[in-house]
């Protein structure tokens, strides 16, 4: 891994697993500091920080619950403690609670937009707050911060049974633009990646099980399921400046998904 990063300090949400550890990780060995972020998964979150600390970077885990506002503010606390402060923020935290439409809670629809759209504000804000406060510091970069939202294909594509879901990616996707177009004068760089299928535990039951798996293939048109580490590559150019003048753009790491693959024949 290049180290296009060296230097660089990082928070990154829901990092104890998945795409977020992924991330992490490939931070460090970017020569990032991260801050580890974890939910309920202390000992995973041990593990991704010690990745970090062999890969020769610095890491930190951090309970918190990003839903939270004064969960957030205290893992930007915890950039300044360790670090000295963040440049980068990965609001990666997400859920998934599924339901046909009338069988959906509101509790289940609530605790999905709590999470997966109002938890990335709360992360945004406090982003925003702490990069203006520190200032633009040009010996640390052409920007003055950098934020990537975790949004998904489902901000683009119709999920039935996921509505709760598909709504806060959507919302995602407007949160992004519109805070990206505020603030891309300030030097803070806000964008967005939307990963396709990537094998995680939030979908175990679409690749663990052959069928699923070979009817999860047909929507990918480069026929593999993806790979945290696909992700994670991408997380870290889009964080680094060689993406300097990428500003309020979705990158979209699917594999093709929303290529509408089922309009290869007919259409
Ligand atoms: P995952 O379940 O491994 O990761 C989600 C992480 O969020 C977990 O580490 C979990 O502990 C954490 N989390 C849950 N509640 C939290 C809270 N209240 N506060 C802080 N952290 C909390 O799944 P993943 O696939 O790695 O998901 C990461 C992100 O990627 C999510 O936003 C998800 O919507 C998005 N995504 C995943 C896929 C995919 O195919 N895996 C596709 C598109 C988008």
């Known amino acids: 891994m290049p180290r296009d990063l060296e230097g660089a300090r990082a928070i990154v949400t829901g990092a104890s697993s998945g795409i977020g550890a992924g991330i992490a990780r490939a931070f460090g060995e970017a020569g990032a500091s991260v801050i580890v972020n974890y939910h309920s998964d202390e000992a995973a979150a041990a593990q991704v920080v010690d990745d970090i600390r062999a890969a020769g ?115 995602v996707k407007a949160l992004m633009e519109s805070l990206a177009q505020e603030v891309a004068g300030e030097k803070i760089r806000v964008n967005a990646i939307a990963p396709g299928a990537i094998k995680t535990d939030i979908n175990r039951e679409a690749w663990e099980d052959e069928a699923a798996r070979k009817e999860m293939l047909k929507l990918i048109p480069y026929g593999r399921i ?31 998904m929303t290529l509408y693959p089922s309009f290869r024949e007919g259409g």
């Open 57 to 171: 970077g610095q890491g930190e885990a951090v309970k918190a619950d990003v839903s939270q506002a004064e969960d957030c503010a205290r893992l930007f606390a915890a950039a300044e403690t360790h670090f000295g402060g963040v440049d980068i923020l990965v609001s990666n935290a997400g859920i998934q609670k599924d339901a046909a439409f009338t069988e959906l809670s509101l509790e289940d629809w609530r605790a999905v937009l709590d999470l997966n759209l109002t938890g990335q504000f709360l992360c945004a804000q406090e982003a925003v707050r702490r990069f203006r406060a520190q200032g633009h510091d040009a010996d640390r970069g052409p920007a003055m911060g950098k934020i990537i939202l975790m949004s998904s294909v489902h901000q683009a594509i119709p999920w039935a049974g996921h509505v709760n879901y598909a709504s806060a990616k959507g919302g």
């Open 226 to 256: 993806g790979e945290p580490e696909d992700i994670a590559r991408a997380a870290v150019w889009l964080a680094s400046d060689a993406s300097d003048y990428v500003v309020g753009t979705t990158l979209f790491v699917d594999g093709g």
